[in-house]
């Protein structure tokens, strides 16, 4: 149990997957703050699911001496969790296809692949890497609500600030490490 | 997508985890933009070609196959060229094999041709060389690994992470913008999601 917490916390924390890895920022910062927690849970499913078939396919390809085609095959099993998960939630095509085109999917069984974790132990990342990305939109939507009622210059108004405001959280997320 | 001002990437922050995660010197961002610029345009390319192939329905996954096997083509040479840049972005640029980026570009090539795939591409790339240059100059006093002067002696460090990236980033942002722009998903996906 303290692993898990651990485990959860580190990467929800230190080691955010919008804040200190830049991936998946365009679906973090979705218009719509209502679609959160639908778009939210329907990355972490994928995120968690696809990020541990893509661990096991990708050292099934390079047993088999196939390694370099791990990157197009988990992008395409990504795709399909993410396709079943959006009948399952009932999920829009526009939340699909965020999903799927989500840099955070993939890099994740990236980074499983790259920091050599071990099967037994991928299935704590990969949660606490869809949880460090539920989180994280969480942070963006709560500063994106103040953002907004503030008196910003124009050159600032919409993304730039937001983006600015995003390289701040990660800052406070950096010095925990 | 007739001017910078409509480049994906400063009005959606579209291939963000590229232009932040793989910029940190000017060597890296000339491999990122290599590998993003091949991605995109031969994806392009490809999708143009295969359109009558790649139905309506079928344009996610269809798209999704030329992208992510080009990426890998791309990342492959990129490899090959830039061995030690590579080695310390790879993981940033694999996020190219799902890149937003390179579906909204695949997704317009279909109605404004191949044209728009070469113009983001190289656009993308110029902010891309960017980035790097100056987080290169304010994080480390050099360009291109060539010290510049008394620049050395006063650098910000901060700019060669995440953090200074995001905020460069931003402030490149404001640059670039005059009317407040900000993400539609509807935009982004070129037709409201079914």
């Known amino acids: 149990m303290k692993d898990i917490i651990v485990t959860v916390l580190s990467l929800t924390v230190v080691n955010n997957y919008v804040a200190s890895k830049v991936m998946g920022v365009p679906n973090a910062f979705v218009k719509d703050t209502k679609k959160i927690n639908h778009l939210g849970l329907f990355t972490l499913l994928t995120i968690a699911i696809s990020g541990l078939l893509g661990l096991v396919i990708a050292n099934a390809l390079n047993g088999l001496g196939f390694g370099f085609m791990s990157l197009p095959v988990n992008a395409l099993v990504s795709a399909l969790v993410a396709l079943i998960l959006s009948k399952v939630l009932k999920a829009d095509k526009t939340e699909l296809v965020l999903t799927i085109f989500n840099a955070a999917v993939i890099g994740c069984v990236c980074l499983l692949q790259s920091q050599g974790i071990e099967l037994a132990q991928s299935y704590l990342y990969t949660i606490g890497a869809g949880v460090s990305y539920l989180v994280a939109m969480y942070m963006v939507a709560a500063v994106k609500s103040r953002i907004d009622e503030k008196a910003i210059p124009s050159n600032f108004k919409g993304l730039p600030i937001e983006i600015l405001a995003l390289g701040i959280i990660a800052l406070a997320v950096l010095a925990f490490k | 997508m007739k001017n910078m001002k409509m480049n994906p990437a400063l009005i959606m922050v579209l291939g963000s985890a590229v232009m932040v995660g793989a910029t940190a010197t000017l060597k890296n961002a000339l491999a990122a933009a ?6 995109l345009i031969v994806s392009g390319l490809l999708v143009s070609i295969l359109k009558k192939f790649i139905t309506e329905d079928m344009e996610v996954f269809g798209n999704l196959i030329v992208i992510a096997g ?3 083509a791309a ?3 990129t490899n090959c060229l830039f061995p ?3 080695k310390s972005i790879n993981v940033s640029l694999s996020t190219l094999s799902t ?4 579906y909204v570009v695949c997704k317009n090539v279909k109605e404004d041709g191949v044209g728009v795939a070469v113009t983001t591409a190289l656009y993308f790339a110029v902010c891309l060389l960017c980035m790097g240059a100056l987080r290169e100059l304010i994080s480390l006093g050099s360009i291109y690994g060539t010290s510049i002067g008394f620049l050395s002696d006063y650098t910000i460090t901060m700019f060669g992470n995440v953090p200074g990236g995001l905020i460069l980033f931003g402030l490149l942002l404001a640059c670039t913008n005059k009317e407040g722009y900000s993400l539609n998903l509807e935009e982004v996906l070129g037709k409201k999601g079914e």
């Open chain 2, 34 to 39: 290599f590998a993003s610029a091949v991605t």
């Open chain 2, 70 to 72: 080009v990426a890998t």
């Open chain 2, 75 to 77: 990342l492959m040479l």
């Open chain 2, 84 to 86: 030690a840049a590579y």
């Open chain 2, 99 to 102: 890149s937003l980026l390179a």
